[in-house]
């Protein structure tokens, strides 16, 4: 039984390995990635310091950077999340390894495990590394900031996504040409129904619903309590609690999805199409 | 790692390495158009029947050789046994082990090496047999210490250890390749056409590392190709399989004596064209023989 436990965690621990190897290698386009990301995050944020300029009358500036750099961080992370977990199948089909990674003797469990481990780790510090660099263009006060109850709040709104992330993955596996285009779409709807940049509550009342449907907006009205107004964590543990609970239930039906994508993959032999 | 012969099923002596009862395959191909065109319109897939009542044994310790042009089923047969693909119908033991219920044991007894390297092209050999040693249970000083004996064994130059793999020639990536698969120490090992595009030095070396993993290795090797040669020289069995169907099956010799009552005096092509009506062309596609 120790034995498989150890087997298994050295099998997850291969794609963590994998994908840091691979993002040395493709070092340049990471740093081109990171440069767009922070161009784009400081391009958002300065919306915040211009309003007043913009609107003519008096805006708290101080309180609008800080909730639009609560967006564009959050979004960041969990973007990235999203984009290394929908991604697996996708990448494997460029390589063209699909089929050696599918044909290991591992869990599909193992499998996302390391590749959701990696995904965290990537997006904690890519958008650390982000943040570090923004606080150094404007001023940034976290006085009355919850941050361990915002913390708590990322990481069970980070369950839902790994879970989306891997329902999305499946389709570069039904989908070989148009799944990846798909995957984009998907992200760029939680974007706009989510309340990135804004509150939902601005949206069309039709997209509010779908708005409420989006673990996002949970998320990011969580934290920006917690940041923005210094919520205390016993009062955000009811949608903590809900997170974690859609976060569980996504991450298991993503799962199953992904192995009945697979078994359809294998019956009608889309698995061995690269590119 | 766990053995893979500690998975070899134990109510039975399987000296029968693979066991395929009538399996066949057929896959549905979508022509162009859109979405609720193709919908609507069953015409709009075409109807490819890759695998027709396939069936034939493995012995413990054989070299299996398929034989067969380009679309003949070759890899699609090599899919269905490395767990790849899902017969429509028909069953497959590997070591007692049915290929489809028993997918999990199945994967840690065999290996696979096809006509793409698949390799992680930008991934250096040691990190690409990393990858593969941790997918399979290896600790990291075991992996690190097995690579290196395997990558000095086939005689890469140790400078070309880090570099990425998109910079070797094709025959080293199928070298390591053929290196990944000895990493992980398989029963069976699936060779899906591994010396196809190899200049003739490189073949030869990819030919005697296959022996290697027979006699050094005790493994089964069922191996594709559609090198005549290749066949004659490493199988001790031969089928030949032309659209989908196995048309012969026999060691070289029988196959010949079939043909010619002096067996000396004919080919593997002869017996080829004989059986089938076909040629191979020199990028083995099959096109008929012109009387």
């Keep these: ?275 | 790692m766990v053995s893979s012969r500690s998975y070899i099923h134990h109510n039975e002596e399987h000296e029968e390495a693979v066991v395929v009862e009538h399996i066949g395959k057929t896959f549905y191909l979508t022509r162009e158009g859109h979405l609720l065109k193709r919908l609507r319109n069953r015409a709009h897939q075409e109807r490819i029947r890759a695998l027709h009542d396939i069936t034939f044994r493995i012995q413990r310790g054989e070299i299996f050789g398929i034989l067969g042009p380009n679309g003949s089923g070759k890899s699609t047969l090599i899919r269905i046994l490395s767990t790849l693909i899902i017969p429509d119908e028909g069953r497959a033991w590997i070591f007692g082990h049915d290929v489809v219920r028993e997918d999990m044991i199945v994967r840690r007894l065999i290996n696979r090496v096809s006509v793409e390297a698949s390799f992680f092209k930008k991934l250096s050999p040691v990190e690409n047999l990393m990858y593969g040693a941790r997918l399979y249970g290896l600790s990291g000083p075991e992996a690190r210490q097995r690579i290196h004996r395997i990558l000095r064994r086939l005689g890469l130059r140790e400078t070309s250890y880090t570099q990425p793999m998109e910079n070797m020639s094709r025959g080293m990536q199928q070298k390591v390749a053929i290196a990944r698969a000895f990493l992980t120490s398989p029963i069976l090992l699936l060779l899906d056409e591994p010396t196809t595009g190899l200049d003739p030095r490189s073949k030869r070396e990819v030919q005697s590392l296959i022996l290697e993993l027979r006699d050094e290795h005790d493994a089964t090797i069922l191996l594709t190709t559609h090198d005549m040669v290749e066949a004659e020289n490493l199988c001790d069995r031969i089928a030949i399989l032309d659209e989908g169907r196995i048309v012969a099956l026999d060691t070289p010799d029988n196959l010949k004596a079939r043909i010619a009552p002096y067996p000396e005096e004919v080919t593997m092509e002869d017996v080829f064209m004989a059986l089938t009506g076909k040629a191979l062309d020199t990028t083995g596609d099959a096109i008929l023989a012109h009387a």
């Design chain 1, 1 to 275: 039984m120790l034995r498989t436990v150890r087997m298994e965690l050295r099998a997850s621990y291969a794609f963590i390995e994998r994908n840091i190897n691979l993002m040395r290698r493709y070092m340049g386009w990471e740093i081109v990635w990171f440069a767009y990301s922070l161009a784009s995050a400081l391009s958002i944020t300065y919306i915040g310091a211009a309003m007043e300029r913009i609107s003519g009358t008096s805006v708290n500036t101080d309180y609008l950077i800080l909730y639009l750099l609560i967006g564009t961080l959050v979004w960041r992370f969990l973007s990235v999340v999203f984009n290394d977990i929908s991604e697996m199948i996708q990448w494997e089909r460029w390589e063209g390894t699909i089929e050696y990674t599918l044909m290991a003797p591992i869990h599909r469990l193992t499998h996302m495990m390391g590749q959701t481990a990696f995904a965290v780790l990537h997006g904690a510090i890519f958008t650390l590394a982000i943040a570090g660099v923004i606080v150094l263009f404007f001023h940034i006060s976290l006085a009355q900031a919850n941050l361990l109850g915002s913390t708590l709040m990322l990481i069970a709104g980070s369950l839902s996504f790994i879970g989306m992330g891997i329902m999305a993955s499946v389709l570069p596996l039904l989908f070989p040409e148009r799944g990846a285009q798909m995957t984009n779409v998907v992200q760029a709807l939680l974007l706009l129904f989510s309340g990135v940049y804004y509150p939902v509550d601005v949206l069309p009342s039709w997209m509010q619903l779908i708005a409420r449907a989006s673990p996002a907006t949970y998320v990011l009205e969580g934290i920006r309590q917690a940041i923005l107004n210094g919520v205390p964590t016993r009062a955000l543990l009811p949608t903590i609690l809900y997170l974690v609970a859609v976060g569980i239930g996504l991450m298991v039906v993503g799962l199953w999805v992904f192995e009945q994508a697979e078994r359809y993959a294998k019956r009608t032999g889309k698995l061995k199409r690269n590119g």
